[in-house]
């Protein structure tokens, strides 16, 4: 159980489009998805934090207007890379969580997104 | 702010060898913490974590690790490693007080490279 995948698993865009990223938890209902960000042999940065229904919350240094986040169902978050540049290259990678009845509520990872902008 | 390091970048082990794979953290109290390991094509896959309690903790695929609050570390361990542990291994914090509805602050990760 507790599965998360992310589509595309791969995509190369040309600068200057933009580019979606679908988050989906296969088997639970996720009220929180956190989306992260990983340059090459780097840590993973978290972006954003949305919970199902409402606005996003970014982090500091993360333009909400370029990467767009829509976590419009219990089971999907969307990412969107707005007029992608050659520096939004990197791989994202989301995480979702579930509200229960623990204290604390373990993050379950999908596979990444690997995103290349020419 | 919380900060996490893992000093170590590579490590190189012979298979059948231990590991300790080493994690400091810096948080204002006792934070969550996790370990994940990341393989190539794959999610980030939980190893163990530590929220309360015994403060030596065992996860999955033979890993333990050891909470220290002295020296704010925790240490990633096996006894004898096989070739399929080659990975990246990350460590991770988590804040008490968000119940989970904060995101993890990571490690930069070490790179785990295992010789026949």
């Known amino acids: 159980g507790a599965v998360v995948s992310q589509h595309p698993s791969w995509v190369i865009c040309k600068s200057g489009t933009s580019v979606k990223i679908e988050c989906r938890s296969l ?11 990983q340059f090459p042999k780097q840590s993973l940065m978290l972006m954003a934090t949305s919970n199902e229904g409402s606005k996003a919350t970014y982090e500091q240094g993360v333009e909400k207007d370029k990467f767009l986040i829509n976590h419009a169902s219990l089971t999907l978050s969307t990412l969107t890379v707005t007029s992608a540049h050659p520096e939004d290259s990197s791989f994202y990678i989301c995480s979702a969580s579930t509200y229960g009845d623990r204290a604390y509520n373990e993050q379950f990872f999908g596979p990444g997104t690997r995103l290349t902008v020419l | 702010a919380q900060s996490v390091t893992q000093p170590d970048i590579h490590i190189t082990v012979s298979e059948g060898a231990s590991l300790e794979l080493r994690c400091n953290y810096s948080y204002g109290a006792t934070p969550y913490l996790f370990w994940y390991v990341q393989s190539p094509g794959q999610g ?25 609050r002295s020296q704010s570390s925790f240490n990633l361990r096996k006894p004898s490693v096989h070739w399929s542990d080659a990975a990246e291994y990350f460590c991770a914090v988590g804040s008490p007080s968000g119940g ?3 995101g993890l602050t990571f490690g930069k990760g070490t790179h785990l490279i295992i010789q026949p």
Do not use: C, H, N, P
């Not at chain 1, 209902?29 to 960000?37: D, L, V």
């Open chain 1, 27 to 37: 088997d639970f209902q996720a009220t929180t998805m956190f989306w992260y960000r």
């Open chain 2, 44 to 68: 980030l896959q939980l190893l163990l974590k530590y929220f309360s309690g015994d403060t030596l903790v065992q996860g999955i695929k033979g890993f333990e690790a050891e909470f220290k």
């Open chain 2, 100 to 102: 989970g509805a904060d």
